[in-house]
């Protein structure tokens, strides 16, 4: 797109690049990323029908887990298809608005994942220093009080995003190096000054990432100073098994996070655009595709309902 340096157009839409630079290999990277998807939705999918249906499961523990994995699916979804068509059929252009809505759902979504993620440590921090008090502090409505109120700061914080974009003026480009709309790569493409888009994006991050990193380490603080005052090694163990699989979900979302949202701001010079945007995908699907796995393996109740599942539809068989 060549314009002129003092002009503009409306940009009716932008072109997805891909991965730069790994073009030739699109139709292989796909087939892992298409599996994992497969491996995503059917693990969530069954995950919350087995927490919806077992009711050895209505726990506030399990309902968070269901609100987690719900909100991976979407995740995903918003932007692994597109994903796809893009490596398999070469269809590499989205509408303006559609880019937009795609960079909202993203970024919402997310957001709420990490929400759910800090309400899961406190939910582990209310069952493990104070058991007793456990059914009264976390009853159903306070979950569902609870799920609503990060769901609604998740959407809110991300709507200023669409139209802090849509105020820019483009005159550069309309290709984006990336298999989604993301704010900052589409910010990029501006002719203008981004500072504001920047200063918000950094405020969102510190009202939801920092805020939520913050509660669950102070958590888990508190978690282990309980478990580490238990005398037996028995009953420290088990209390402390309880929390493997979230900090697991932990460490597989947010360590891809911070690559991806340090590398935007300060490692663009340093580190290669194709690893960037290989990790910024595997952000978005590794926490769907492996969280599944890991509360399944690590949760006993989990493992017997599933057990119990097959056994009953065997038996009606």
Not at 67 to 93: G, H, Q, R, V
Not at 133 to 145: D, F, G, H, M, S
Not at 237 to 242: D, E, L, V
Not at 273 to 296: D, E, M, Q
Request: charged share 10%; net charge positive; aromatic share 12%.
């Amino acid at each position: 797109m060549l314009i002129s340096n003092n002009s503009y157009v409306a940009i009716q839409s932008f072109i997805l690049n891909g991965i730069p630079g790994l073009e030739r290999v699109h139709v292989w990277i796909s087939l892992p990323l298409c599996t994992m998807y497969t491996i995503s939705l059917v693990g969530n999918l069954g995950l919350v029908y087995l927490i919806y249906y077992e009711e050895s499961l209505h726990h506030p523990m399990y309902f968070f887990l269901a609100m987690l994995s719900l909100i991976d699916l979407l995740t995903c979804t918003t932007t692994l298809p597109n994903a796809l068509c893009i490596f398999w059929f070469n269809l590499k252009e989205i509408n303006f608005n559609a880019c937009l809505a795609q960079m909202f759902f993203v970024h919402g979504f997310t957001g709420v994942e990490s929400g759910v993620l800090m309400l899961m440590a406190l939910d582990r921090y209310v069952a493990i220093c104070h058991p007793l008090r456990y059914a009264t502090i976390l009853t159903n409505p306070i979950i569902v009080k609870a799920g609503l109120t990060t769901f609604l700061r998740g959407v809110l914080l991300m709507i200023p995003f669409p139209f802090l974009v849509k105020r820019l003026p483009f005159c550069r480009s309309n290709i984006i190096s990336h298999t989604y709309c993301d704010h900052m790569s589409v910010v990029k493409l501006s002719c203008a000054s981004i500072k504001v888009n920047v200063i918000y994006g950094l405020i969102v991050a510190l009202l939801i990432g920092l805020f939520d990193i913050c509660c669950i380490s102070v958590s888990y603080t508190m978690i282990l100073r309980a478990v580490v005052s238990l005398s037996s090694s028995d009953a420290r163990q088990k209390a402390f098994s309880t929390c493997t699989a979230h900090i697991s979900a932990i460490i597989i979302t947010y360590v891809p996070a911070f690559f991806t949202f340090f590398t935007h701001r300060f490692g663009r010079h340093t580190i290669p655009p194709s690893l960037h945007i290989i990790v910024a995908n595997l952000y978005l699907l590794l926490p769907p595709t492996l969280n599944p796995i890991v509360y399944g393996v690590k949760t006993k109740q989990i493992r017997d309902s599933v057990m119990k599942f097959f056994q009953r539809e065997k038996s009606d068989s």
